[in-house]
T-cell receptor, first 113, second 114 residues
Framework: DSGVTQTPKHLITATGQRVTLRCSPRSGDLSVYWYQQSLDQGLQFLIQYYNGEERAKGNILERFSAQQFPDLHSELNLSSLELGDSALYFC????????????FGPGTRLTVT | DQQVKQNSPSLSVQEGRISILNCDYT??????FLWYKKYPAEGPTFLIS?????DKNEDGRFTVFLNKSAKHLSLHIVPSQPGDSAVYFC?????????????FGQGTRLTINP
């Protein structure tokens, strides 16, 4: 158990819909990261928040957005969903002095039908 | 553009022998490298890391070697155990331990045979 929690575990929704994925980082970690893992691709970095502020951005679509709240939990919002958005979405957090060592949650499996 | 490449999708090793997983990178600005291990239905788990100022880092049965001139790193597992069967991801970042964005390879599925 990494200490990072993600909800829900599974999500099935239709094209065009909007969903919200939730992540709680390990206690004491200020950084939260979101990754997407599609069937035919490795882990793709989406976005990072540090203590409520966006810190780094990867290949995140404009239809996707994220935020980190004062209690440090984070939400990833995916809208106008397409079939190709079906993937595993991982959240990770890291200690302040070792940002590269990221601790991953169990992931949310999103299926868009 | 695949900046981090793991060219072997799978590897099968006998229990007790050495497992060697390889990773190549193209971005010379990468200066911090990590290996993660992933079991099915779980998130990746951090295994071991190495800074570009070193060429070797050891942690128990796991050793990571870095060859900067070849832009190549490898993970050695000795001796291999059945519980080591998993997918192993190589990752790289810029900016040392303070870096925020990891670039992952595609992964290598390691199977340890009894």
């Amino acid at each position: 158990d990494s200490g990072v929690t993600q909800t829900p575990k599974h999500l099935i929704t239709a094209t065009g819909q909007r969903v919200t994925l939730r992540c709680s980082p390990r206690s004491g970690d200020l950084s939260v990261y979101w990754y997407q893992q599609s069937l035919d691709q490795g882990l793709q970095f989406l976005i990072q928040y540090y203590n409520g502020e966006e810190r780094a951005k990867g290949n995140i679509l404009e239809r996707f957005s994220a935020q980190q709240f004062p209690d440090l939990h984070s939400e990833l919002n995916l809208s106008s969903l397409e079939l190709g958005d079906s993937a595993l979405y991982f959240c990770a957090s890291s200690p302040q002095n070792r940002l590269g060592e990221q601790y991953f949650g169990p992931g949310t499996r999103l299926t868009v039908t | 553009d695949q900046q981090v490449k793991q060219n072997s999708p799978s590897l099968s090793v006998q229990e007790g022998r050495i497992s060697i997983l390889n990773c190549d990178y193209t971005n010379s600005m990468f200066d911090y490298f990590l290996w993660y291990k992933k079991y099915p239905a779980e998130g990746p788990t951090f295994l071991i890391s190495i800074s570009s100022i070193k060429d070797k880092n050891e942690d128990g049965r796991f050793t990571v070697f870095l060859n900067k001139s070849a832009k190549h790193l490898s993970l050695h597992i000795v001796p291999s155990q059945p519980g080591d069967s998993a997918v192993y991801f190589c990752a790289a970042s810029e900016g040392g331990k303070g870096a925020q964005k990891l670039v992952f390879g595609q992964g290598t599925r390691l199977t340890i045979n009894p």
